[in-house]
């Protein structure tokens, strides 16, 4: 169950976004006055402010050296949690450290091995490896998770279980009990998560504030998962027209003067599958093919999109400038024999 995505409330958002680029050193991905994205490794975390100071656990997953580098950065900040016998740096199947962070969540790191590929970065974080989601019942949080992810680790406890397999957990535990290693009680806050599943599928909580969007990766060599074809026009309107009315496609989503453009996409007949037409300030002379003949695949696990990015270089395609600064942001465009254009986008899509 990998984690692809988080979004999770906060009340201090200036001295959270401080904390996760500063203090964390993760990449800053957008930020607004209600709203911060970081990414932690293949993970991307959504700050967004909030009226009320939420309490959540999150476990962060990296190598050897990078750990023993937070955990003296952390130290000499006078931020790390001691156990119960007042050790700082502890050890389950790796190195072990607990934190807060300026809204009183509390933080984990985890050394783990790193699972993608040959070329294991130096420095950095890997991934978000658990998310702790309270619940008044975890035997029935389980049972209602069932039909949307797969449990390899088929905890049997009242009171707390990992939900999940190796790639990523959900840590569940019973409303009330102690986040270790402090003397917190667990409570609930919303959670929405973007993770990695064997089907397509979304679970919301009928009475908890969690939502959960489950995505299917295609295969090992390519493991996108959302597909868009990308077309440009200088008649948004009759296009529009067109395949909403005329050929019946159902308008999926939309947007207006981002960097320059509007556009529409057409399910395919839903998100996985879609078809986008985009629209510039200007109109612009449109050959075939143009530079925004797309073919879009949206790969959420940076270091496997890197890895297709290498392999395509060393057969000689390197990367080129999007005409559209969207693509750019995230994404790696790489043009085929013919000119026609792939894309390459780090994230889980719509």
């Not at 904390?19 to 911060?36: I, K, R």
């Not at 990296?62 to 001691?82: C, D, P, Q, R, V």
């Not at 279980?161 to 409303?175: L, R, T």
Request: proline share 6%; with cysteine; charged share 25%.
């Amino acid at each position: 169950m990998k984690i692809y995505q988080l979004y999770l409330k906060c009340f201090h958002l200036d001295e959270m976004k401080k904390f996760y680029t500063e203090d964390l050193e993760m990449e800053l991905l957008s930020e607004s006055e209600h709203h911060f994205t970081v990414s932690a490794g293949t993970t991307k975390i959504f700050f967004e402010l909030d009226t009320s100071i939420p309490y959540y656990h999150v476990c962060f997953r990296t190598g050897s050296k990078y750990i023993e580098h937070m955990y003296h950065k952390l130290a000499e900040n006078k931020l790390l949690l001691s156990d119960e016998k007042g050790h700082y740096s502890m050890f389950w199947e790796g190195k072990q450290v607990y934190f807060f962070d300026p809204d009183g969540n509390i933080l984990e790191i985890l050394e783990r091995p790193f699972h993608w590929g040959e070329s294991q970065p130096e420095a950095g974080w890997y991934d978000i490896g658990e998310i702790g989601m309270p619940v008044p019942s975890v035997k029935k949080m389980q049972e209602s998770l069932r039909p949307y992810i797969r449990d390899q680790r088929k905890d049997e406890n009242d009171t707390f279980a990992f939900y999940g397999d190796q790639k990523g957990v959900f840590v569940i535990v019973k409303e009330g009990r102690n986040w270790k290693p402090s003397a917190r009680a667990a409570t609930i806050h919303p959670i929405t998560a973007v993770v990695l599943g064997e089907q397509e599928g979304r679970f919301t909580h009928p009475e908890l504030p969690y939502d959960v969007f489950v995505r299917k990766e295609w295969n090992d060599a390519v493991p996108a998962v959302q597909f868009r074809m990308a077309r440009p026009t200088n008649q948004m309107d009759k296009i529009i027209e067109f395949y909403e009315e005329g050929l019946g496609l159902e308008k999926i989503g939309g947007f207006k003067g981002h960097a320059g453009y509007d556009g529409v996409m057409f399910g395919l007949p839903n998100y996985s599958y879609h078809l986008e037409f985009t629209q510039s300030e200007e109109k612009v002379k449109l050959p075939m093919p143009t530079k925004e003949h797309l073919l879009v695949f949206y790969l959420p696990n940076l270091f496997e999109l890197n890895r297709i990015v290498h392999r395509l270089s060393d057969m000689g395609y390197k990367e080129v400038e999007p005409e559209n600064p969207y693509w750019g942001r995230g994404g790696v465009t790489i043009e085929d024999p013919d000119g026609y254009r792939i894309v390459l986008m780090n994230t889980v899509g719509i």
